[in-house]
């Protein structure tokens, strides 16, 4: 199976400062990444597919990058309401893998 | 728009059979999409379960696949999932969700609010 390595497992920033969460696949995926939000008591919602592609709705402040290995999700000026933890998924095999999770606070 | 929800008994004795229904609304779930169950235990990761087309082609998590059945009853727009020999480490919120159906399209754009099980005597 295809291993889904996410970083930093935690993370503390200031309102309107950009964060930065790392996914590293175990072997080549091309785009094939999501990045999904998850705030407590509350399912997960899917943010970004095809590694840089926004859901609808999703607010222009989230953005990821990235390609074959290496994939990032940044939030740029970040708000109160992004207070939640942060899963990558790679949708490259049908033996679908999550990362880690990352929970960000202010 | 598309609603899923979980139903499902709260509490299972070990060694028991937990069995779950994802009713689907808004949205048929013959028309193309997959359809998967995830679990989190509490204060941890997501882990996939199992996902299924209404064909009846279904994909299984290898660590779980010896324990698990997913089905699907068109007429009522529902999904389940039964998971065998429960021990307390298959607590967990169960979600179902609605997947992509080829590769790059493998996320989860809907998901169930989801349904906390827990396994005690």
């Known amino acids: 199976a295809i291993q889904v390595t996410q970083s930093p497992s935690s993370l503390s920033a200031a309102v309107g400062d950009s964060v930065t969460i790392t996914c590293r696949a175990s072997q080549g995926i091309y785009s094939a990444l999501a990045w999904y939000q998850q705030k407590p008591g509350m399912a997960p919602r899917l943010l970004i597919f095809?590694?840089?592609s926004l859901q609808s709705g999703v607010p222009s402040r989230f953005s990821g990058s990235g390609s074959g290995t290496q994939f990032s999700l940044t939030i740029s000026g970040l708000q109160p309401e992004d207070v939640a933890t942060y899963f990558c998924?790679?949708?490259?095999?049908?033996?679908?893998?999550f990362g880690g999770g990352t929970k960000v606070e202010i | 728009q598309v609603r899923l929800e979980e139903s499902g008994p709260g509490l299972v004795k070990p060694s028991e059979t937990l069995s779950l229904t994802c009713t689907v609304s808004?949205?048929?779930?013959?028309?193309?999409?997959?359809w998967g169950w995830i679990r989190q235990p509490p204060g941890r990761g997501l882990e996939w379960i199992v996902t299924m087309y209404h064909s009846g082609t279904t994909f299984y998590n290898p660590s779980l696949k010896s324990r698990v059945t997913m089905s699907v009853d068109t007429s009522k727009n529902q999904l389940s999932l039964k998971l065998d020999s429960l021990t307390g480490a298959d607590t967990a919120v169960y979600y179902c969700?609605?997947?992509?159906?080829?590769?790059?399209?493998?996320?989860?754009?809907?998901w169930g609010l989801g349904s906390l099980v827990s396994v005690s005597s």
């Open positions: 998924q790679q949708t490259y095999s049908m033996s679908v893998t």
């Open positions: 095809d590694a840089s």
């Open positions: 969700a609605r997947q992509g159906p080829v590769p790059q399209t493998y996320y989860f754009d809907q």
């Open positions: 808004g949205y048929a779930i013959t028309s193309g999409f997959y």
